[in-house]
């Protein structure tokens, strides 16, 4: 054997994965310089042959997986070590289910872009009750109005809704930090109720507010409603005096009547061209 030449060696290319889980404190997806990693969070790498090893963020919240082999990868964060009261804002293949899937070769063999974003989460609830004075407070012996359908439109636009139950509370859990607004859908309140109280002062069947480190738990967006009626009807030229109008009494058109409200305000209309006015929607 004078000749040997057999003597070779392989050497496979490799790359990494890397690199941080972050608290998104305003929610965007992006990691803002005031926003910190979050240390301590066991990271799980699928391999290409479908073992999985581990590694812990670093107290800056970064983490690396080095010295990887071409091929396809699934990150995957252990949600067990996340703080609690957490809701994810991002992942780099966007399926906000806590994991994402990449491939590292020689057009991307170090992928440091495998990032997870956590916003810290609240809630907004809770009540939409039957003001049976009027006051703008529930009062003990004032109940909650159960099946009414609660919209909540979220920060990116979309709009998520849930019911009050049988005391007429309802709640929003889980949410991410930032603006929202909510509103009654009028179409499930029971008929003849007229919006008494809501929680930003504007009576439209809707409230704005905002959850962050400060608020994160908003329970206080209330819906008051008052049973109304209506009161009316008839000015008429009362002819032969017997204070029932007949059948050739007419109404007297364009009288302006005054009604004196429960706080004391007066509110007016007219009577139309049959003689006739009407109230309506009145508490």
């Given at each position: 054997n ?11 290319p490799q790359g990494?994965i ?14 803002g310089p ?39 990868y699934?990150?995957t ?9 957490l ?10 289910d ?77 949410l ?71 059948p ?12 004196e ?23």
């Amino acid at each position: 054997n004078v000749d040997d030449l057999d003597q070779d060696f392989g050497y496979m290319p490799q790359g990494s994965i890397g690199d941080t889980v972050w608290l998104d404190l305003d929610g965007d997806g992006i990691q803002g310089p005031g926003e910190s990693g979050i240390g301590g969070v066991v990271i799980e790498l699928e391999m290409p042959d479908g073992t999985v090893i581990t590694t812990t963020t670093s107290p800056t919240g970064t983490y690396l997986f080095p010295d990887l082999p071409f091929g396809n990868y699934t990150v995957t964060v252990d949600t067990t070590t996340l703080p609690p009261d957490l809701a994810q804002t991002f992942d780099n293949d966007g399926g906000f289910d806590n994991m994402s899937n990449t491939t590292i070769d020689f057009d991307n063999p170090d992928d440091l872009d495998q990032d997870f974003g956590y916003s810290p989460v609240g809630s907004i609830g809770d009540t939409v009750w039957l003001d049976l004075d009027g006051d703008g407070v529930q009062d003990p012996s004032e109940s909650g109005i159960p099946g009414i359908v609660i919209e909540l439109e979220l920060p990116d636009g979309s709009i998520i809704t849930t019911t009050t139950d049988s005391s007429g509370m309802y709640l929003f859990p889980d949410l991410p930090y930032g603006s929202y607004t909510v509103t009654v859908d009028t179409d499930t309140l029971p008929a003849d109720l007229a919006q008494t109280f809501d929680a930003d002062g504007i009576l439209n069947n809707s409230s704005s507010t905002t959850i962050d480190a400060d608020n994160p738990d908003d329970l206080d967006q209330d819906f008051g409603y008052q049973p109304v009626g209506s009161i009316g009807d008839t000015v008429w030229f009362d002819s032969d005096g017997d204070g029932v109008q007949g059948p050739g009494e007419s109404g007297i058109p364009g009288i302006v009547i005054e009604l004196e409200m429960p706080d004391g305000s007066v509110i007016t209309t007219t009577t139309d061209s049959s003689g006739m006015y009407l109230f309506p929607d009145l508490p």
